[in-house]
Structures are given as C-alpha cells and as structure tokens.
C-alpha cells in the first residue's frame, strides 16, 4: 500500500513518538535553570514516571513541561516551580530554579 505524504509523515511522526526515550535528552539550558532541570529529570526517571504523566497529574500543561525539561524555556514562573516541588514531594525545591533572585 502506497502512503500518501500525509500518511507518510504521520506514520513517520508516530514511529518516533514510540521510539522516544521517556525523559527528553540533555537540556540546552545553565545556571540555576540547568539544576532545576536535571534535578527534575532525575527525580522522573527514579520514579518511573514520563513527563507527560507528570504534567497531567500536578495540572502543568505538557507541552510546557516538555519544553522546560528540554532547555528550551528560559525561566519557570513560580506557579510552575512550586506544582514541581508539591510533585516531587520536596525533591526538587522552587529555591533550585533561582526564581525571585
């Protein structure tokens, strides 16, 4: 069966979808931001949790969560950071974002 370039790309997209790893790779992002980050991932992968599952269970949106975990925002409100720290138990405080430095 021939794919049309619509299928094609959908099936193409879905095949990485499946094959990604559950925590995103290395952040782009440094300083305060980059420890919050790795703290963040590392607390994810402890658990056995993905990010997405994450984001829905302590009502951040997934998409922004999945950004933040990969470097590609550059700062975390505070909402944010403290749905984090209620989530990760006090694993990864607000104070390890460096926001309201």
Known sequence: ??????????HTRRRRENSAPAVAP????????????EATRAWLTKHDT????FALDYDID???FA???RGKRKRISIEHGLKIQ???MGAVPLAIWGVGE
């Open 26 to 37: 290395a952040p782009e992002a440094t300083g305060p931001l980059a420890r919050g980050i």
């Open 1 to 10: 069966m021939k794919l049309t370039r619509r299928r094609q790309a959908s």
């Open 50 to 53: 993905t990010p997405y599952r």
């Open 86 to 88: 209620t989530g990760t």
């Open 62 to 64: 997934p998409t922004a």
């Open 67 to 69: 950004k933040l975990l």
